[in-house]
Every structure is written in C-alpha cells, then in structure tokens.
C-alpha cells in the first residue's frame, strides 16, 4: 500500500531587517506583476519602500516601531513575506485602537508592546500577507500561524494587521482572527475623459462648487506642476520637507519620516512618486506627496508656508483626479479622515483589518465591541453615499 505524500514542511522566520532578505526574494511575492519592470500594484509592501524607511531611520530603534517581519519557506524557497512590527504605541496607524489600550490597562494588563502587521504611517489598503503565486491559502495560513506563535511566545497583548485586503480578512476570521471594518474615503474612475466628464457625473450644485473652488485655488498667483520620476530633483524635496514638517508638527507633534527618507525616496523611489508643487514668485509655497501604483494613486502627504483658499482641496483631491484620469487609473486613495472629501467626488467605502488578542476575557469584550462597529460603520457608509455629490441618475454607477 502506498503511503500518502505527505505536504512539504513550511518553515516560518522572523527578520530584524529587510537587508536579511533580498529584493529578488520579497518582491516576488509582494509584488510578483512588477517582474517585468512594470508598476507594481501596491508600492507601499514593495523591498524598495519598506527598506527606505529602515534605512532612513524612520523606523527601529527609538520610533517605536522595530521591525519583525515574517518570511514563510518551503523546500528552501521563500513563498510568503509579511511586514511586521513590534509597537510601544499606537501611534502612525489611521486603525486606531487607543481604546482598548486604555480599557486593557485600567483593568490591570500591559498593552505594549504589541504587534503590527503593516505599512508604518501608511492608511492604504493592501495585501499584508504576500504570497508567492499558487500559494496563496498555504502561505497566508503560515504567516498567520507564525505571527500568531511568534504572539503567544513573546508574550505581546495583541496582534493587528491593519489595512488589509478584504479577501485576507475574509480568510483571517475563518482562522480566528477577528475582523474589525473601518472607512475611509476613495474617489473612483468611471472612465471619464478628462475632469469635465467627471464635474458632469456631479448634482449642479456640486459641480458649480468645485468648479468655484478649483478657479479660486488656481489664482493664487502662480503655477501648480505635476512632477514624476526623472523630473523630481533633489532640491523639491528641500521644499517639500519644510512643507512636511509643517503639517508634522501640527498633527502629529513630531514628523514620522526623516529627512534621510526623502533623500532615499530621490535615489530609490521617484519613479513611484507624484509630487505636485505650487509655485508662486520663484518660490515653492505648497506640496503634495503622492505614490503611484498600477491601478490606484494614493494621497500621502500635503503641506505648505502660505495660505492660500482652496489650494489644500486643489492639490490634494482635484489634481490627484487630473492625474489618475489622464493615466486610467482606477481610484484615489485620498488617505485617512476627512468627512469634507464626500463634497469633491470621494465616497465612503470599506476598510479592513484584523485582530488577536492574547487575554481570552478582554478578545471576547473586543469581539463584541467590533461586531456592534460593523454594524455602525455600514450604517453610516449608506447615509453618507445618499449625500454624496452624484447625480442621482449616476449614484448606482458609484455604489
């Protein structure tokens, strides 16, 4: 009688850098349609960009985010890769747990560290377990044994991977991990040809609005540019780090990235990158940084050293849908927040990540808490998707 084969062992490690693995081997399965040298769909979980913010210092020793990150191996070869942090906060995740770290350290627990399975300072959504094609369910189930493991052993409260796809929770909850919905605001591409379409798609009054506000922005006194690749140089990171440091310290107290990332992202990271400057009397007065994937344009950063009416909403949201259209890009991501996005075309949509908790009492008061959210956050996507900017012929379309 012959004996049933049995599956190859997966091993799963823990890496302290990315420099323990190479490009060739992460990339593969973070970003495998990039091979041929093309876009890759998410630029944020490529080797390139997680190892910039280890090599700028943006992250590790002293920012409280230290890198773990998991590499599943079978028969010597990688097949699965995730980001992971040990966190003394929660700080830079756009997923917010704050009230659990309270209520968990008023009953008496420790919360941090924990464990972060993400892109740090990072609100977009994407694959966090990445996986080599065709070992796609054998892949994510190893990495979510190992962090799960590598959770129980290290004695950490809790484990979170925030801004995950909603297949992987979908996967993750049926591996007992509780899945948590969130929302955030994207502007979607119905095939227009060029923003008129777009403002025609819109309620009179709406379009009126935004055409009001886009000639007040544009008369600021200068000139709005769209930079990429090769035509970003050194000296507009200058400008854009004092607008980044700016918007830094008034939202956050201390910026996330270092001055060291923007000089890395001009080496390593310009050809995933728009940058769109305002410039008035031969000077940059406002900014904002965007990254580029294959389907998708992500908001990042904005900033500036004038004010100006309007310019935040012509930088950020209408030039980011300029762009996407004359490139036939998807969607927007326009980053976490900001209810006044529903007026410019962004419509609520869902987000998703998904949660382990080491103490069983405080998992099941969590499960709960997460199951009445749910039910909120869909409640609320419905509402504010009825008020948003379409006309009323074309909201199907949007939904």
């Known amino acids: 009688m012959t004996e049933p084969r049995r599956a190859p062992k997966i091993e799963v490690s823990l890496l302290t850098s990315l420099s323990q693995i190479a490009v060739e081997e992460w990339d593969a399965c973070a970003c495998p349609e ?25 992250v590790g020793t002293g920012t409280g985010w ?9 028969d010597g070869q990688v097949i699965a890769v995730a980001p992971m942090y040990v966190k003394s906060h929660s700080q830079g995740e756009y997923i917010f747990d704050h009230n659990w770290a309270h209520a968990y350290e008023r009953a008496g627990g420790r919360y941090y560290p924990k464990l972060q399975l993400a892109v740090p300072f990072t609100p977009a959504t994407g694959r966090r377990f990445l996986t080599r094609p065709g070992f796609e369910a054998e892949g994510m189930a190893a990495l979510v044994q190992g962090a799960v493991q590598f959770a129980s052993e290290s004695g950490v409260s809790s484990l979170h991977a925030t801004f995950c796809t909603e297949a992987e929770a979908i996967a993750g909850d049926s591996m007992g991990l509780m899945r948590r919905v969130t929302q955030q605001y994207h502007w979607r591409n119905a095939g227009y040809a060029d923003f008129d379409a777009f403002l025609a798609s819109l309620s009179s009054r709406k379009r009126k609005a935004i055409r009001k506000e886009r000639a007040t922005a544009q008369a600021f006194g200068g000139e709005i540019v769209q930079l990429t690749g090769d035509a970003i140089r050194a000296e507009h990171w200058d400008s854009f780090w004092t607008f980044y440091q700016d918007t830094g310290a008034r939202k956050w107290g201390t910026p996330y990235l270092t001055r060291a990332f923007f000089e890395i992202a001009q080496e390593r990271l310009r050809d995933d990158i728009l940058l769109v400057l305002c410039r008035r009397d031969g000077r940059d007065v406002a900014g904002a940084l965007n990254l580029v994937g294959r389907q998708a344009l992500f908001g990042r950063y904005w900033g500036c050293i004038e004010h100006h009416d309007c310019l935040h909403f012509e930088t950020c949201y209408y030039q980011a849908i300029d762009y996407a259209i004359a490139q036939g890009l998807k969607r927007v991501e326009a980053g976490a927040q900001g209810d006044h996005k529903l007026a410019r075309g962004y419509l609520p949509v869902q987000t998703h990540s998904l949660h382990w908790i080491g103490d069983p009492g405080f998992g099941r008061a969590v499960a709960r808490y997460l199951e009445a959210e749910r039910a ?24």
């Open 34 to 58: 990039a091979a041929d040298g093309t876009r890759p769909v998410d630029p944020f979980t490529t080797h390139r960009f997680l190892k910039a913010l280890e090599d700028s210092r943006s």
């Open 376 to 399: 909120a956050v869909d409640e609320d996507i419905e509402i504010l998707t009825a008020y948003g900017p379409f006309r009323k012929d074309r909201q199907e379309e949007q939904e």
């Open 66 to 74: 230290s890198p773990r990150h998991l590499v599943a191996s079978q």
